[in-house]
C-alpha cells in the first residue's frame, strides 16, 4: 500500500487554545463593532485572520536568535542576511525593514512620484496604499481568467501582456516607474506566475525601459507551484526555481513575515547601486541604520535562516499539501472557491456563497462573521470594504471578486482543525438561504478602512 502523506516535522512546543460559545462570540462581536480585527486572540479559536508573522519558528531560527548580534553598526546578523539574500535571491545590495510595507514605503518614496501609473497583477492592499498615498495611480494587468473561480488555470497570477503593453503605450516611461509582480499573487487567490510570463514581461517592460520589482512575500510557493505545474521545471530544486524567476526582476520587496516564516521583518533588494543610494536615505530616516533597518540583529539572523527553510521542498509541500487538504473538502461540499487551490490560504466566493446579501451590504464581510459566529474561526474579509473607495469620486469600489478568505498560517495547526473549519464553513453553507441581510458601515478612516472600520448589523 502506497504510504499516506504526513508533516515533515514534529512537534517540540505548545500553544493552548481557547473555546467559547455562541453566545460568548455573539457578545464579542457587538463589542468588536462587527469588525474582527478588534477580536483579542483568547476570542478565536482557529486564527485564520493571516498566514503573516503568524509562522511557527523551527529550533534552529531559535538558535539563530540566541546568536544574533546586536550591534547598531555592521552586525554579523546582518551580514549573515546580506549573504543569505545574494545566495537565493542573487541581489548584491539590500536594506532590511521592519516589514514588507515599510520596505515598500522605502523603496516607493525613492521611485514613485504624483502623476506616476504603477502597474501590475492585482497589486496587494499596502502596495497599492503605498502607490496611492503618493497620488499615483495603481493599473490591474491580471489576466482575465483570474476573474473566474471556476476556470482551472495553472498561473492565475499571470499578467496579461496586451494589457501591460497598452499601460506602456499609453503613458510616457518616465510616469512609470516600475511594474510590480506579485508572486504569488495574494489578491487573486494565492495564485503563482509561470517562469515564461516572469521573463515575457521583464523582456516587454525592458524593451519600454521600465524596471520589474518582484512584491515577493510569498516566492518560494511560487517556485513549487512552477516546479509542480510548469513545464522544464519537474526536475530543479526549488532554489534552482527562485534562482530562475529572479533573473527576470530588477528589485524586490520582501515580507519576510510570509514565506521566511519569521514573525516579523522585511527587506528591499536591487541590483542597481543608483537605487540603492536614494532608498538608502529614506531607510535611515524611516527605519533605522541600514545594517540593521528597524530589526534587531537577532530578527536578521533568524530570517537568513527561514529563507533556507522556507526553500525546501519538504517544508513547502507540507504547508500546501494542509491548504489543498482544507480546500478539497470544501469542494467535496459544494462551497464555491477560488480554483486551482492556491498556495497559502482558501478564497471562499462570497458572491456566490451569499447570493441573497447585497453587494452593498457587504457579502464577505458578512460571510467571515458567520463563519466566526459559527465555530470561532477567524477568516478575513477580501471584498469590498478591503476595496476601499476610489480615490477621486469616493464611491465604494467593488472589486471583481468578492472573496472571504481563510489563510494558513506556517506549522501551526493540524488537519483536525481543519476538519472544524471546513465542518463550522458547510454548517453555515446549509444555512446560507436563510442569510438574507448584511452589514452597514458606520465608522471608517480615509485609506485601508478595512482595519478599523466599525460595522452595524442591518
Ligand atoms: C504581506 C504582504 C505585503 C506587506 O507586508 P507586511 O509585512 O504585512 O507589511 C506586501 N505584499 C504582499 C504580496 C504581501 O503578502
Known amino acids: 500500500m502506497k504510504l499516506p502523506f504526513a508533516e515533515s516535522y514534529k512537534i517540540k512546543v505548545v500553544e493552548p487554545l481557547y ?3 455562541r453566545q460568548d462570540r455573539e457578545q464579542w462581536l457587538k463589542e468588536a463593532r462587527y469588525n474582527i480585527f478588534n477580536l483579542r486572540s483568547h476570542q478565536v479559536f482557529i486564527d485564520l485572520l493571516t498566514d503573516s508573522g503568524t509562522g511557527a519558528m ?10 544574533g548580534d546586536e550591534s547598531y553598526a555592521g552586525a554579523e546578523s546582518y551580514f549573515k542576511l546580506k549573504e ?5 535571491f542573487g541581489f548584491e545590495y539590500f536594506l532590511p525593514t521592519h516589514q514588507g510595507r515599510a520596505a515598500e514605503n522605502v523603496l516607493f518614496s525613492a521611485l514613485v512620484k504624483e502623476g506616476d501609473v504603477v502597474p501590475g497583477n492585482a497589486h496587494f492592499d499596502t502596495t497599492k496604499g503605498h502607490i496611492e498615498f503618493r497620488k499615483a495611480e ?5 489576466i482575465d481568467e483570474a476573474y473566474d473561480t471556476d476556470t482551472n488555470h495553472p498561473f492565475k497570477g499571470n499578467l496579461d501582456l496586451d494589457k501591460l503593453e497598452a499601460v506602456y503605450k499609453k503613458y510616457p516611461k518616465e510616469k512609470i516607474p516600475f511594474v510590480v509582480v506579485t ?3 495574494n489578491t487573486s487567490g494565492g495564485q503563482p506566475v509561470s517562469i515564461e510570463n516572469l521573463k515575457q514581461v521583464y523582456e516587454l517592460s525592458h524593451q519600454y525601459g521600465i524596471k520589474v520589482l518582484f512584491d515577493s512575500a510569498r516566492f518560494a510557493e511560487n517556485a513549487y507551484f512552477i516546479k509542480l505545474r510548469e513545464k522544464g521545471y519537474e526536475n530543479k530544486t526549488i532554489r534552482e526555481i527562485v534562482a530562475d524567476m529572479f533573473k527576470y526582476t530588477d528589485m524586490m520587496t520582501m515580507s519576510s513575515k510570509k514565506d521566511a516564516i519569521v514573525n516579523m521583518g522585511g527587506f528591499i533588494g536591487m541590483r542597481d547601486e543608483e537605487i540603492f543610494d536614494k532608498a538608502k536615505t529614506f531607510n535611515i530616516m524611516f527605519e533605522g541604520f541600514i545594517t ?9 539572523a533568524a530570517l537568513a535562516q527561514g529563507l533556507y527553510e522556507g526553500t525546501e521542498f519538504d517544508f513547502l509541500e507540507t504547508r500546501i499539501k ?4 482544507l480546500g478539497n473538502q470544501l469542494i467535496d461540499y459544494g462551497i464555491p472557491i477560488q480554483k486551482p487551490i492556491g498556495g497559502h490560504a482558501i478564497f471562499v466566493d462570497a458572491d456566490k456563497f451569499l447570493p441573497n446579501v447585497p453587494k ?3 457579502q464577505a464581510q458578512t460571510l467571515t462573521l458567520e463563519l466566526y459566529l459559527e465555530a470561532g474561526v477567524r477568516a478575513v474579509e477580501i471584498g469590498t470594504i478591503l476595496a476601499d473607495r476610489d480615490p477621486v469620486t469616493r464611491e465604494n469600489r467593488y472589486p471583481k471578486l468578492e472573496f472571504m478568505r481563510m489563510a494558513i498560517p506556517r506549522r501551526v495547526y493540524t488537519n483536525n482543525h481543519m476538519d472544524v473549519v471546513a465542518t463550522a464553513l458547510k454548517n453555515v453553507y446549509d444555512r446560507r438561504n436563510k442569510i438574507t441581510t448584511g452589514y452597514k458601515i458606520i465608522k471608517e478612516a480615509p485609506i485601508m478602512r478595512h482595519f478599523s472600520v466599525e460595522l452595524e448589523k442591518i
Open 292 to 300: 540593521y533597518g528597524g530589526m534587531s540583529g537577532r530578527d536578521m
Open 84 to 88: 543569505a539574500i545574494k545566495d537565493i
Open 360 to 362: 452593498a451590504q457587504y
Open 183 to 185: 508572486v504569488t499573487c
Open 19 to 21: 473555546k467559547s460559545t
Open 58 to 67: 523551527s529550533q534552529f531560527q531559535w538558535a539563530e536568535i540566541m546568536k
Open 322 to 325: 494542509q491548504t489543498e487538504y
Open 138 to 142: 495603481a493599473v490591474d494587468c491580471t
